[in-house]
């Protein structure tokens, strides 16, 4: 089985940057589809940041493009997610997920079965 272990997460100041960490054991990062998703109190989870298995490509929801950068280090087993100009509406709990293969929608929960326990981010004005 795969699991996923979070780190990283913290309070900031807005215009301030945070780096997530997610390890991945029991399976190789390059054979995995993963994602970072959000979710705000009275919101629902969102989507964040999609990266596809090797040869990789990343998509990401338009608030943050341009701000945030998702990555991979496969010697590391690690997904990682570069948050950059942070504001304070990225506040939430950030979640790490992760699927075999490329799932066909990746901005639904529904197509992870593997998730992390949640990191929380905190920015301040």
């Known amino acids: 089985q795969v699991q996923l272990l979070e780190s990283g997460g913290g309070s900031v100041q807005a215009g301030g940057s945070l780096r997530l960490s997610c390890a991945a054991s029991?399976?190789?990062?390059?054979?995995?589809?993963m994602a970072w998703f959000r979710q705000a109190p009275g919101k629902e989870r969102e989507v964040v940041a999609h990266?596809?298995?090797?040869?990789?490509?990343?998509t990401y929801t338009d608030s943050v493009k341009g701000r945030f950068t998702i990555s991979k280090d496969n010697s590391k087993n690690t997904l990682y997610l570069q948050m950059n100009s942070l504001k304070p509406e990225d506040t939430a709990m950030y979640y790490c997920?992760?699927?075999?293969?490329?799932?066909?929608?990746?901005?639904?929960?529904?197509?992870?079965?593997?998730w992390g326990q949640g990191t929380q981010v905190t920015v301040s004005s």
């Open positions: 990266i596809t298995t090797f040869p990789t490509t990343t």
């Open positions: 997920a992760a699927a075999v293969g490329n799932p066909p929608s990746y901005a639904r929960v529904t197509q992870y079965p593997y």
């Open positions: 029991g399976y190789g990062v390059y054979s995995l589809s």
